[in-house]
């Protein structure tokens, strides 16, 4: 494993920044889509609908998901991380201390926490969202529909035989598959039953990272020499045509039976920016290699409706690719050009999906921008008070 792929596992390990920003809220009459939004603050916050939300440094911005203007400024020190719950109204925020859940239509944190060292990865598929606690190796699965009114959800729990910087999902079926490991050393994944008892290992997925679920709910986890699937009760592998051929962030869609992946061969590089990605049919346990010309980050891939694969490039556009072919249908301009920085968590154009909007980040500008991926058009931009890091937002039903 690289240098940077062992920062990006620590989530929860940066140091506290230093916090200058003060609770406001922002939003204003001028409705044109390059209005900045720092021209028109107001004091009283009002419901939003389709909340997105973006990280800066020291707090959080919960923005209309229409106009793009602030609604509501959030200060929160630290280093936070951004997921959707799984509902219409409740986005998890990763802090130092654990998981919390923020009502962002209605701009205010519930209370609900799931604290704990070094919070990970959250997945949400088949109508449960699953945390992942790296510190604990703690999972904690609940329905999100019961985030409303505030009070914790009764929900699963299972504990990893040691702690790690892993990833789980609950199936349809009521099996959590979960990833094995130590904080030294990751090597494949386990399924549970629904009462928690073991009915499946495999270790043969060194450098275990990341998941994502395609058509037909088979699972992918990426390994440093390809993917691991699990479909229909059995695991299978899939190998990268390179010894070291790291697969470690990947998207799917239930729309397409084929995994979005990216693509490294250098496990010396202090931080790899590779132009290929990988497209893994999880019907033929097949992978093809797409070389896009331009590098991209982890925070590149997305899906759209209809199960468009889609990478945010260093060049600054949006491509649009058939996955069936690897044949790059569109490319969108979107940003200026950028390269990816050394450090994971520094701010880097970030793409997010929903529906048929692609919203990606420009913090260079400290700009937003909404595209429609149907035209291709960039249909709404505004310029934020500061520059942003993350960047995610609500999506109800998974």
Same mark, same amino acid.
């Given at each position: 494993?690289?240098?940077?792929?062992?920062?990006?596992?620590?989530?929860?390990?940066?140091?506290?920044?230093?916090?200058?920003?003060?609770?406001?809220?922002?939003?204003?009459?001028?409705?044109?889509?390059?209005?900045?939004?720092?021209?028109?603050?107001?004091?009283?916050?009002?419901?939003?609908?389709?909340?997105?939300?973006?990280?800066?440094?020291?707090?959080?911005?919960?923005?209309?998901?229409?106009?793009?203007?602030?609604?509501?400024?959030?200060?929160?020190?630290?280093?936070?991380r951004l997921n959707p719950a799984?509902?219409?109204?409740?986005?998890?925020?990763?802090?130092?201390?654990?998981?919390?859940? *923020?009502?962002?239509?209605?701009?205010?944190?519930?209370?609900?926490?799931?604290?704990?060292?070094?919070?990970?990865?959250?997945?949400?598929?088949?109508?449960?969202?699953?945390?992942?606690?790296?510190?604990t190796g703690e999972v904690n699965?609940?329905?999100?529909?019961?985030?409303?009114?505030?009070?914790?959800?009764?929900?699963?729990?299972?504990?990893?035989?040691?702690?790690?910087?892993?990833?789980?999902?609950?199936?349809?079926?009521?099996? *959590?598959?979960?990833?094995?490991?130590?904080?030294?050393?990751?090597?494949?994944?386990?399924?549970?039953?629904?009462?928690?008892?073991?009915?499946?290992?495999?270790?043969?997925?060194?450098?275990?990272?990341?998941?994502?679920?395609?058509?037909?709910?088979?699972?992918?986890?990426?390994?440093?020499?390809?993917?691991?699937?699990?479909?229909?009760?059995?695991?299978?592998?899939?190998?990268?045509?390179?010894?070291?051929?790291?697969?470690?962030?990947?998207?799917?869609?239930?729309?397409?039976?084929?995994?979005?992946?990216?693509?490294?061969?250098?496990?010396?590089?202090?931080?790899?920016?590779?132009?290929?990605?990988?497209?893994?049919?999880?019907?033929?346990?097949?992978?093809?290699?797409?070389? *896009?010309?331009?590098?991209?980050?982890?925070?590149?891939?997305?899906?759209?409706?209809?199960?468009?694969?889609?990478?945010?490039?260093?060049?600054?556009?949006?491509?649009?690719?058939?996955?069936?072919?690897?044949?790059?249908?569109?490319?969108?301009?979107?940003?200026?050009?950028?390269?990816?920085?050394?450090?994971?968590?520094?701010?880097?154009?970030?793409?997010?999906?929903?529906?048929?909007?692609?919203?990606?980040?420009?913090?260079?500008?400290?700009?937003?921008?909404?595209?429609?991926?149907?035209?291709?058009?960039?249909?709404?931009?505004?310029?934020?008070p500061k520059s942003t890091n993350?960047?995610?937002?609500?999506?109800?039903?998974?």
């Amino acid at each position: 494993m690289n240098k940077s792929t062992r920062n990006r596992a620590f989530t929860g390990t940066a140091l506290a920044l230093a916090v200058s920003a003060v609770l406001t809220a922002c939003g204003g009459e001028d409705t044109s889509s390059d209005a900045k939004a720092e021209d028109a603050p107001s004091t009283k916050a009002v419901a939003v609908k389709d909340p997105l939300l973006a990280t800066f440094d020291g707090g959080l911005y919960v923005l209309d998901g229409q106009s793009l203007k602030p609604a509501k400024t959030i200060e929160l020190p630290g280093f936070n991380r951004l997921n959707p719950a799984g509902d219409a109204s409740h986005v998890i925020v990763s802090t130092d201390a654990g998981f919390r859940v *923020l009502n962002a239509a209605e701009q205010t944190f519930t209370g609900v926490e799931y604290r704990g060292a070094k919070p990970g990865h959250v997945v949400r598929h088949a109508g449960k969202t699953v945390l992942f606690t790296d510190g604990t190796g703690e999972v904690n699965v609940f329905d999100p529909d019961d985030l409303t009114g505030g009070d914790k959800p009764e929900g699963r729990t299972y504990t990893s035989a040691e702690p790690h910087h892993g990833v789980a999902i609950e199936l349809s079926n009521g099996e *959590l598959l979960s990833t094995l490991g130590t904080e030294e050393k990751r090597t494949g994944a386990l399924v549970l039953d629904k009462n928690n008892k073991e009915i499946q290992r495999n270790e043969k997925c060194p450098g275990v990272h990341g998941e994502a679920a395609a058509k037909g709910e088979a699972i992918g986890i990426g390994c440093e020499d390809g993917i691991l699937i699990y479909k229909d009760g059995k695991f299978t592998k899939v190998d990268a045509p390179d010894d070291y051929g790291r697969i470690g962030n990947q998207s799917g869609s239930d729309a397409s039976p084929i995994l979005l992946g990216d693509y490294k061969t250098d496990p010396e590089a202090e931080l790899e920016r590779p132009t290929r990605i990988s497209l893994i049919d999880t019907e033929t346990a097949k992978l093809r290699l797409v070389d *896009l010309g331009t590098s991209y980050s982890f925070r590149s891939l997305g899906r759209g409706p209809d199960g468009e694969a889609l990478v945010l490039g260093t060049n600054g556009a949006l491509h649009v690719i058939d996955p069936e072919t690897g044949k790059v249908e569109k490319k969108i301009p979107v940003v200026g050009a950028w390269q990816e920085p050394l450090d994971w968590q520094q701010p880097r154009p970030t793409l997010f999906v929903r529906d048929h909007t692609a919203y990606v980040s420009e913090p260079g500008r400290r700009q937003l921008h909404a595209v429609d991926l149907a035209s291709g058009e960039k249909v709404t931009s505004v310029t934020l008070p500061k520059s942003t890091n993350e960047l995610s937002g609500v999506i109800a039903g998974h």
